[in-house]
């Protein structure tokens, strides 16, 4: 098994950043693509950003340019730099992980999330 644990959630006013970490734990040797998710009240879970085993990326249209996933595969942590954030960047965030190596949407575990929180 593998457990994922976020930090860095918080409040900031629009056009500043943040930057989220997600340390995994447990089976690790296990652990292929990682990714970021995003819950915002009375929507769906969204995909923000991607990372396989290897350092390939991918990001929802909405964060292109301001948001950069990255990963450590030597301290086992993922990280989410939010620039530029805006007022419908307000959500939920989950650290995913995932078996395979490329998963474009990692699901096989899952952190417990932290509340981003973006002010006008």
């Known amino acids: 098994q593998v457990q994922l644990v976020e930090s860095g959630g918080g409040l900031v006013q629009a056009g500043e950043s943040l930057r989220l970490s997600c340390a995994a734990s447990g089976s690790i040797f296990i652990l292929g693509a990682m990714g970021w998710y995003r819950q915002a009240p009375g929507k769906q879970r969204e995909l923000v950003a991607a990372?396989?085993?290897?350092?390939?990326?991918n990001y929802a249209g909405s964060v292109k340019g301001r948001f950069t996933i990255s990963r450590d595969n030597s301290k086992n942590t993922v990280y989410l730099q939010m620039n530029s954030l805006k007022p419908e960047d307000t959500a939920v965030y989950s650290c995913a992980g995932d078996r395979f190596y490329n998963a474009l949407r990692p699901s096989d575990y899952w952190g417990q999330g932290t509340q981003v929180t973006v002010s006008s």
């Open positions: 990372i396989s085993r290897g350092g390939a990326t």
